[in-house]
């Protein structure tokens, strides 16, 4: 086991997009058809932006809490893990949510710091005290 490079972490990230884009999809359905069929303006309807931030949210501190992993993280052997090699609390989970966009802020310099750092650990890795773990496949 070892800390996971930013191109396994940028795999699984890709994998998680298409899947919250998809959730994302779903959860719009409802707001169209309280609109009649209308389109629902991005601008338009704070309760609509309300429920697609919770979504995201959901997803990810939801499977880092439960099982340490989103499934794109599974694909790629990723596992969310304290520095004591346990389960994110909720709390950690939610510190690392909210680093993860700190991260991104700057043009994603948080996740690139992950290049040059010793543990190869990025900004919200640090911020929560979590760390993701590649587990190679064991070879017979």
């Not at 990230?13 to 409802?30: E, G, N, R």
């Not at 993280?73 to 004591?84: F, K, N, P, V, Y």
């Not at 909720?90 to 690392?96: L, Q, S, V």
Request: net charge positive; glycine share 8%; proline share 4%.
């Amino acid at each position: 086991m070892q800390n996971c490079s930013l191109l396994r972490r940028t795999a699984a990230m890709l994998y998680d997009a298409l899947l919250i884009l998809a959730l994302l999809f779903l959860s719009t359905l409802p707001f169209i058809a309280l609109r009649g069929g209308e389109p629902v303006e991005r601008g338009d309807n704070l309760i609509y932006q309300l429920v697609l931030a919770v979504v995201v949210f959901a997803f990810f501190v939801g499977f880092w809490t439960r099982s340490g992993r989103t499934l794109g993280m599974q694909s790629w052997r990723l596992q969310l893990e304290t520095e004591d090699g346990e389960r994110a609390s909720p709390g950690a989970a939610t510190i690392r949510f909210f680093g993860a966009l700190l991260s991104w802020l700057p043009l994603g310099l948080g996740f690139f710091w992950s290049l040059w750092d010793k543990d190869k650990l990025a900004w919200h890795d640090r911020l929560s005290g979590t760390r993701i773990r590649y587990y190679p496949k064991e070879i017979d």
